[in-house]
Nanobody, 123 residues
Framework: VQLQASGGGLVQAGGSLRLSCAAS????????MGWFRQAPGEDREFVAG????????IYADSVKARFTISRDNVKGILYLQMDNLKPEDTAVYYC?????????????????WGQGTQVTVSS
């Protein structure tokens, strides 16, 4: 399974970015998926997750109402729309495929990871 994340960049506070994660559709279309992030010197943290059908989503409190996770199982792409970005959102963002049909807030519940894409929010 290969996951390829893209869409990161430099944006001013209050701006928006949309991250994409291209997945092997045959393998991940029945799996929950998620986004995590890791800032320098910090542990990797959960950002958002989505069930395999896309009907259930979960978010970290810090991004709720600002970020939206979605997926297109036909194209095999996972998205993260990030609005009203803040400097504290600066991190490397990783997409991941869960072991089961539902997503999870726990990193060990994911067994495939993308390479990460850098998001930098300036104040």
């Amino acid at each position: 399974v290969q996951l390829q994340a893209s869409g990161g960049g430099l944006v001013q506070a209050g701006g928006s970015l949309r991250l994409s994660c291209a997945a092997s559709r045959r393998t991940t279309s029945n799996n929950g998926m998620g986004w995590f992030r890791q800032a320098p010197g910090e542990d990797r943290e959960f950002v958002a997750g989505i069930s395999w059908r896309g009907d259930r989503t979960i978010y970290a409190d810090s991004v709720k109402a600002r970020f939206t996770i979605s997926r297109d199982n036909v194209k095999g792409i996972l998205y993260l729309q990030m609005d009203n970005l803040k400097p504290e959102d600066t991190a490397v963002y990783y997409c991941a495929a869960a072991r089961g049909a539902m997503s999870s807030r726990s990193a060990p519940d994911y067994n495939y990871w993308g390479q990460g894409t850098q998001v930098t929010v300036s104040s």
